[in-house]
């Protein structure tokens, strides 16, 4: 039987491409023939040839196997996967880029997602392995990403464009320049049966940001009440307490939100907000928000500027000309009235022309 090791992720360099280990950390530079594919050069003369692919990343065993048959007849079994889901190959031999191109394509697999094209999608876990999902993030991922195939492999974007998309409101997704994030729009229903068998109530009260949550007795057993005037509907206490059911096929929904980055690269990273709320969760294909993201990105690659990231182009051109540009409403659902935001209101009496 194999012992796990519990010290971390084992050491990267035994599975690099010989010609990376061996000049790991002496490239001289790198630059891109073509989308999808990277070119570095080593000091000592050495060259290497990155292709990436995009994937569905929830795959099947058959799928795999076909991606490790490409790996094995064209790289030498050479493989790495982006922190996108992109699969990338190395070769050393020029003449062996054009064949795995084609070898790629053939089989489905998209090649781009490099320089200013619009990357494949982050998404998070999902159902497939997270107990609080509110929607299912592969196949929002899936049908976005079918309709914004030519911008993966043509780099036409004005800065790269990332997208990600988050299957709840309060855990993992991260900074995009757009955003897909499930929206609860109703508090939790609690199913005061299971909640004394299920929660360990204090935990649960200790949970919710705003306070909204209280020890009750109901119907003569210990569970839990919500004040709603409080709740803010962000889907905490459902982790710890899943008797406290907040997805609803009506009232969970999904918001939009742009301008956030994670890079230092030219500006410091940025926080987004959100531009449009209330997006029917509308599976399999999601019609309602795949729209609304190609309107934005649509907007921003006519009027960005080069160069100029999503919030680069908004902090430009402000807010309100975003909106009238995107041609999107703006709604109270979209003021920012959590208690932290005053440090990113307009909280002072000039009044600005
Ligand atoms: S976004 Fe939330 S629901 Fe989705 S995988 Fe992450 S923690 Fe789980
Ligand atoms: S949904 Fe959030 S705000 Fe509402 S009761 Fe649960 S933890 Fe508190």
Redesign the pocket.
């Known amino acids: 039987m194999r012992t796990p090791i519990e010290s971390g992720v084992p050491d990267n360099k035994q599975y690099l491409h010989p010609l990376m280990a061996r000049n790991y950390g002496n490239w001289k530079y790198h630059d891109r023939p073509r989308p999808g594919v990277l070119h570095h050069v080593a000091h000592s003369g050495d060259q290497i040839w990155t292709v990436r692919a995009g994937t569905q990343r929830q795959m099947d065993l058959f799928t795999i196997r076909k991606l490790c048959d490409i790996a094995d007849t064209y790289a030498d079994g050479h493989v790495r996967f982006t922190i996108r889901s992109n699969i990338e190959y190395m070769v050393s031999d020029p003449t062996r880029v054009e064949p795995l191109i084609e070898a790629l394509t053939t089989n489905g697999f998209p090649v781009g997602g490099t320089g200013n094209s619009v990357s494949a999608i982050a998404h998070t876990q999902g159902w497939l392995h997270c107990d609080i999902p509110g929607t299912d993030a592969s196949g929002a991922v899936k049908a976005l990403m079918d309709e914004l195939h030519e911008e993966f492999i043509k780099e036409e974007m004005p800065n790269r464009v990332h997208l990600s998309t988050s299957c709840c409101e309060i855990n993992c997704g991260g900074q995009a320049d757009i955003a897909i994030i499930v929206q ?1 729009t109703k ?2 229903k609690i199913n005061h049966d299971l909640v004394a068998n299920m929660c360990e109530r204090p935990t649960v009260v200790a ?4 306070a ?2 209280r020890p009750a007795m109901v119907n003569g057993k210990p569970s839990l009440e ?1 004040d709603e005037s ?9 982790p710890p307490c899943p008797p ?1 059911q ?1 997805n609803d096929p009506e009232n969970s929904k999904l918001a939009i939100w742009v301008g956030g980055k994670n890079s230092n690269a030219r500006g410091k990273p940025t926080f987004m907000k959100m531009v449009a709320s209330g997006l029917p969760n509308n599976a399999p294909r999601w019609p309602e928000v795949s729209a609304m993201v190609k309107k934005i990105l649509t907007t921003y690659k006519a009027d960005a500027r080069s160069w100029e990231r999503m919030a680069d182009w908004i902090d430009r051109i402000g807010w309100p000309a975003f909106f009238e540009k995107c041609d999107l409403p703006f709604t109270k659902y979209l003021i920012d009235d959590w208690r932290g935001s005053r440090a990113s209101l307009n909280a002072s009496t000039h009044i600005r022309f």
């Not at 949970?207 to 705003?210: I, Y």
């Not at 409080?230 to 459902?238: L, R």
């Open positions: 609860h508090p939790p949970r919710c940001p705003v909204a949550i919500i409080k709740c803010m509907c962000c889907g905490a206490c459902y406290m907040i």
